[in-house]
């Protein structure tokens, strides 16, 4: 059955995604720099921008992350969003499929992804709240690479019909990670995780995170413009992106996974989120705004611009590839630093 509630709610957030735009937080990375490198010895053809998730191999480091799917309105976008990440090679995560797989319906519109992009990587996307059987529906639905399972707390909270009760949440988390049979990524969708938090996971057996700060989408006022003209009082609430991935940087190993979302907007930004050890950088409402107002072309044109930005920043700091853009030379000010200072980690 068709949930006319579910089916507005998808457009509204399209609709305020865009009205709103990024903000009012800044995204953390202008209080991180890198110390150029003039003797870099490279030419750009040395630069080798592409990544490995776990045996997920992908020839530039990019997600189209998730937005949208569950209604057939919306099967034009996610063709589009697909046509986009097809384009340049990127990843694409869908929009939550939770509503859909509950209802089963509206599965066309998220496998337009999948039957654009036969060979991409394709993320599925489910709550939390998710029962293991429906994630799986979920996986089976895209032949997804992956499984994103969303954390919005603060979103929930300013939604009317949201929920309130987030007790049992990584109990359940876990039942979905030990019956997946793709990795399991947790997601946040713009407040950002603390180190305590993925520390808790990391226990739970938990080694992919889509750190999802704040800085850019902001969920809390989008909600709070669909049902009031008052601004929520969690308009600024959150953990930036850059600070969020420092902490996931600190407590997590090596072989762990970090996407590195929110507010991600340009290649300079993008290599400070490689500078800080992410694998991958997603990207939302940039992307849709030029789907909508614009055209493939200018999405295409905008990723190509993000991408040779990052490889000029690489050659600028003397790192051939990503493992190397880690230890290039970098520097914190302003509150940034003072986050770094103020944090224990132990
Ligand atoms: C989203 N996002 C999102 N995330 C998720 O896990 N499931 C979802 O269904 C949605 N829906 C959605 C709709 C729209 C219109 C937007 C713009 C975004 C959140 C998204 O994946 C991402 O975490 C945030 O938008 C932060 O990234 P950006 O937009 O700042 O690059």
Redesign the pocket.
């Known amino acids: 059955m068709v949930d006319m509630s579910r089916e507005q709610r998808k457009l509204d957030?399209?609709r305020y995604?865009l009205e709103l735009g990024?903000g009012p937080l800044p995204n953390g990375f202008t209080d991180m720099h890198f110390l150029h490198n003039c003797l870099p010895e490279l030419a750009p053809a040395d630069i080798d921008i592409t990544t490995t998730l776990g045996g997920i191999k992908l020839s530039v480091p990019f997600l189209i992350?998730?937005?949208?799917g569950g209604t057939d309105n919306v099967i034009d976008i996610n063709r589009k969003l697909a046509q986009t990440a097809k384009s340049v090679g990127a990843a694409i995560a869908v929009?939550?499929q939770y509503g859909a797989v509950k209802s089963k319906s509206s599965y066309q519109s998220f496998k337009v992804v999948r039957e654009v992009y036969p060979n991409g990587v394709v993320f599925a996307?489910v709550s939390a709240l998710a029962t293991p059987d429906e994630a799986a529906e979920a996986v089976k639905m895209l032949d997804a690479d992956a499984l994103?399972v969303?954390l919005n707390p603060a979103q929930e909270l300013v939604m009317p019909e949201g929920d309130r009760n987030f007790k049992g949440l990584l109990d359940n988390m876990r039942r979905i990670l030990e019956h997946s049979e793709v990795p399991v990524i947790v997601?946040e969708?713009?407040c950002g995780m603390a180190a305590e938090q993925i520390k808790q996971m990391l226990v739970f057996g938990f080694t992919w995170f889509d750190i999802?700060g704040a800085g850019?989408?902001n969920f809390p006022a989008i909600e709070a413009k669909r049902f009031t003209s008052q601004k929520s009082v969690l308009a600024e609430w959150g953990i930036n992106t850059a600070k969020t991935l420092t902490e996931a940087f600190s407590v997590c190993g090596r072989n762990d996974i970090i996407i590195a979302?929110?507010?991600?907007r340009d290649g300079l930004t993008a290599a400070k989120a490689f500078a800080l050890s992410a694998d991958v950088v997603?990207?939302?409402?940039?992307i849709?705004r030029y789907i909508i107002e614009k055209d493939i072309e200018e999405a295409q044109r905008a990723l190509t611009d993000i991408i040779n930005d990052l490889k000029m920043v690489m050659l600028l700091t003397g790192s051939s590839d990503l493992k190397a853009l880690r230890n290039a030379p970098i520097y914190f000010t302003g509150e940034l630093r003072e986050f770094l200072l103020g944090r224990n980690y132990d």
């Open positions: 957030h399209i995604a990024d992350n998730a937005i949208t929009g939550s996307n994103q969303h997601k969708t713009g999802g850019g989408t979302s929110g507010g991600i997603g990207m939302s409402g940039n849709l």
